[in-house]
């Protein structure tokens, strides 16, 4: 098992800035993709951005060019950067880690990010 720990979530402002991070413990080992999944209520969950295990990084249409997400391997952390922060990036944000491609996902608890106008 995979426990993912969140943090750094809270209240921004709209043009403001939050870094998000998520630490992995237990079976970390061959861990590739590591993600940020956002919820807000009445919504789907969505991707966010996901990085590989050999840099790659794919980002969600909304959040281009305003969020950065990177990792540290040797922490076993991700990070997620958000610049320009709008009311609409008001959301739950959960990482999430997957040990190869087709396999289960791992999910952290979630952390509340609020965006005020």
């Known amino acids: 098992q995979v426990q993912l720990v969140e943090s750094g979530g809270g209240l921004g402002q709209t043009g403001g800035s939050l870094r998000l991070s998520c630490t992995a413990s237990?079976?970390?080992?061959?861990?590739?993709?590591m993600a940020w999944y956002r919820q807000a209520p009445g919504e789907q969950r969505e991707l966010v951005a996901v990085?590989?295990?050999?840099?790659?990084?794919n980002y969600g249409d909304s959040v281009k060019g305003r969020f950065t997400i990177s990792r540290d391997n040797a922490k076993h952390t991700v990070y997620l950067q958000m610049n320009s922060l709008k009311p609409e990036d008001t959301a739950v944000y959960y990482c999430?880690?997957?040990?190869?491609?087709?396999?289960?996902?791992?999910w952290g608890q979630g952390t509340q990010v609020t965006v005020s106008p």
């Open positions: 999430a880690a997957q040990k190869s491609l087709y396999a289960q996902w791992y």
């Open positions: 237990g079976s970390i080992f061959n861990i590739n993709a």
């Open positions: 990085v590989t295990g050999e840099g790659s990084t």
